[in-house]
């Protein structure tokens, strides 16, 4: 069986029944040895998510964020998948809905074929090629829906782009490069929603000056570029994947919708 942007789809749709069943009960909280907070949906929903990644695909190696704190990291060439099963952990914890799935394929250093799906929000959305992503509505265990809304990021308003900025890991940093893109608004989300409401068209720019994880970011890159936005690092270099050298983890990032990275004041 090939690994299809529909297959991808069908496998967080899933793994989103699975997380809500948890959600909607009583929520047990451990911390892992980094000090961040895991649950069983997170445990539970990378099980599922890997089983069926392995049969699609049994040569595939799966870099899964659960998986990794447990030690078991898998070698790989160009091509491989990043799963976070729930991405926004915390907000899960607090209830608010603000949480994904997400699962990416990676070749040659770039997110390629991606899902984020929220499922407490029942938005999907999907990057099927690196030039066309789409949302829908759908509830956790539904099938794969056939009305979909093709992603495109909005032109920037002429009176200052509205930007996003973590709920969780906010900084004085980043308030300051806010300031200096003349940011008309700013909201607060959780998770890899941020990326994919800027390829939605709802926001212009997401700076992100903390510690991430490439399982944090590929799907929501894959998705908001598959929409015409682009994910640079501070330097105005890509963002790229596969980063062994620093244990996958990210430089500091800006993800821009039509925003230019020129377009800061002096």
Request: net charge negative; hydrophobic share 45%.
């Amino acid at each position: 069986m090939a690994i299809t942007p529909d297959l991808l789809a069908k496998i967080a749709l899933d793994a989103g029944a699975i997380i809500m069943e948890i959600y909607n009960g009583a929520i047990s909280v451990s911390q892992k040895d980094d000090e961040s907070p895991v649950t069983e949906a997170d445990t539970a929903a990378e099980v599922f998510i890997l089983d069926a990644l392995m049969k699609a695909d049994p040569s595939l190696p799966i870099i899964a964020e659960e998986s990794v704190s447990a030690g078991v990291l898998p070698t790989h060439g160009p091509r491989f998948a990043l799963v976070d099963p729930v991405d926004g952990t915390r907000e899960f914890i607090k209830r608010n809905g603000e949480f994904t799935v997400n699962i990416a394929i990676v070749e040659h250093g770039r997110p390629t074929m991606a899902v984020v799906y929220a499922p407490a929000m029942e938005r999907l959305f999907v990057a099927a090629a690196h030039n066309h992503a789409w949302e829908a509505s759908a509830k956790p265990g539904d099938s794969v829906p056939i009305a979909r809304k093709r992603l495109t990021i909005r032109k920037a308003p002429a009176e200052g782009p509205i930007a996003f900025a973590s709920k969780s890991h906010r900084s004085p940093e980043t308030a300051a490069l806010l300031k200096s893109y003349n940011i008309t608004k700013t909201l607060s989300a959780g998770s890899s929603i941020k990326f994919c409401l800027i390829a939605a068209g709802e926001a212009d720019l997401y700076p992100r000056l903390g510690r991430t994880m490439e399982w944090d970011t590929a799907a929501g890159q894959a998705i908001v570029e598959a929409a015409g936005g682009r994910v640079m690092t501070i330097d105005n270099t890509p963002l790229l994947y596969g980063k062994t050298a620093r244990d996958y983890d990210n430089p500091h990032f800006i993800v821009f919708g039509d925003v230019s990275p020129q377009a800061r004041l002096a």
